[in-house]
């Protein structure tokens, strides 16, 4: 497999500009509450973090959906069919596409999706090495706003977009309804979606889940000021912030914030930012869905469930769903 050189120059013109990301600083921080998009996690640092966090005993997430992939393999790619383009949106290092890599009859190509740059390329650079044969063209993206498939030598049977994670219960309800809607688009009208959620379950499963023993969300919820300070000379004091995440179990949702333990203002770009003590930043929601929640929510989007799998203590949920 090769990374194809020339998508390398589009992977910077593509990059997510500063100016945008201070753009979206300064809308966020405007609002009541305060928030930060949680999509400017993920630089080089926030990135590393979140594969540390993947591997925590609390995070069931990742162990979980990889256990199911494993276990469905052929089933799941069996339904993905031959010759497909797999796309995957928010591609991080990769781990779990090698799992169909494995499994699918002759894909066309691989097109990783992701914001962050420089683990996109080794990433791909990686992939390469192990399926010499396939065509991977990555793509440096928000891939929550509209973006361009690069072109493949090969003609492509069907596109299917791949979403693990449970990354989709990052958008709000009519956020993930038009997220759904534009990979409808993306994929065309015999496109398909491989996509993860994570299921309702007890509170203190999930509350674990984003509170670990050894700190590391906690650092990656605070990497946000590190790389706010790093972008625009902010100097936010790191030390009079602290990492909350808590169940909110009337919506449905884990939300994280960041919290001021001080009365405080911080200075952006020439704007000034009061915060009150306990007053609180919003940096990620996660909505956890029931099985039928998530069917519904598809189907409002012009999807339709056509196989679906869950682990042992239904901790987790893949669904393979089609274009209706």
Known sequence: MKVRSDA??????????????????????????????AKFFYDELGSQLFDEICSLDEYYLTRTEMGILREKAAEICALLGPECRLVELGSGSSAKTRILLDHLHAPVAYVPVDIASEQLLKSSARLARFYPELCITPVCADFTTAF??????????????????????????????????????????????????????????????????????????????????????????????????????????????LVSSVEQTIQLNGATFS???????????????????????????????????TDAANLFSVHYLAVV
Not at 14 to 20: D, F, H, I, K
Not at 27 to 36: A, D, F, H, T, V
Not at 151 to 179: K, Y
């Open 8 to 37: 390398h120059p589009a992977l910077h013109d593509l990059e997510p500009s500063v100016g945008a990301f201070l753009a979206e600083l300064l809308r966020g921080l405007s609002q009541r509450p305060k928030s930060i998009a």
């Open 148 to 257: 361009t498939l690069p072109e493949i030598p090969r003609p492509v049977r069907r596109t299917v977009a791949f979403f693990p994670g449970s990354t989709i219960g990052n958008l709000e309800p009519d956020e993930a309804e038009n997220f759904f809607r534009k990979i409808s688009l993306l994929c065309g009208a015999d496109g398909g979606l491989l996509i993860g959620a994570d299921l309702k379950k007890d509170r203190l499963t999930l509350e674990r889940a984003y509170n670990d023993a050894r700190g590391v969300t906690a650092r990656f919820n605070l990497n946000l000021l590190t790389r706010i300070n790093r972008s625009f000379g902010a100097g936010i004091r790191l030390d009079k912030f602290q990492h909350h995440a808590f169940y909110n179990e009337e919506l449905g949702r884990i939300e994280m914030h």
């Open 275 to 309: 915060f009150q003590e306990g007053e609180h930043i919003v940096t990620e929601h996660s909505y956890k869905y029931s099985l039928d929640e998530f069917a519904k929510l598809a189907g409002r989007s012009g999807w339709a469930v056509k196989g679906l799998w």
